[in-house]
Nanobody, 125 residues
Framework: QVQLVESGGGAVQPGESLRLSCAVS????????LGWFRQVPGKEREFVAG????????YYNDAVRGRFIVSRDNAKNTLSLQMNRLKLEDTAVYYC??????????????????WGQGTRVTVSS
């Protein structure tokens, strides 16, 4: 089992940047993928970005590709999401998540077994 704690959310204006961090602890060596998802009220949780823990191969939702950067620091057991040129539609609660050891699709929420509590990002003018 893995524990995840997000930080870094807040309120910004369109065009500004935020950096989210996720502290990962526990049996991290058994994690295949780490991901960021987001959710707004009344909608399903949406994949934002993710990566393969061992080799760092990244995946992005087309809506954030070119604006967001997902990265990991295996030595510090952290997952980060650098969010640039934020838009109104990026407003959501952002969650980090960890899969188990099996190779699974990185963009599927069903691939993940452990989730953080979420951090709120509000983009408004």
């Amino acid at each position: 089992q893995v524990q995840l704690v997000e930080s870094g959310g807040g309120a910004v204006q369109p065009g500004e940047s935020l950096r989210l961090s996720c502290a990962v602890s526990g049996r991290t060596e058994r994690v295949y993928a780490l991901g960021w998802f987001r959710q707004v009220p009344g909608k399903e949780r949406e994949f934002v970005a993710g990566l393969i823990r061992v080799d760092g191969l990244t995946y992005y939702n087309d809506a954030v590709r070119g604006r967001f950067i997902v990265s990991r620091d295996n030595a510090k057991n952290t997952l980060s999401l650098q969010m640039n040129r934020l838009k109104l539609e990026d407003t959501a609660v952002y969650y980090c998540a960890a899969s188990g050891p099996e190779q699974v699709p990185v963009s599927y929420s069903e691939s993940y077994i452990d989730w953080g509590q979420g951090t709120r990002v509000t983009v408004s003018s």
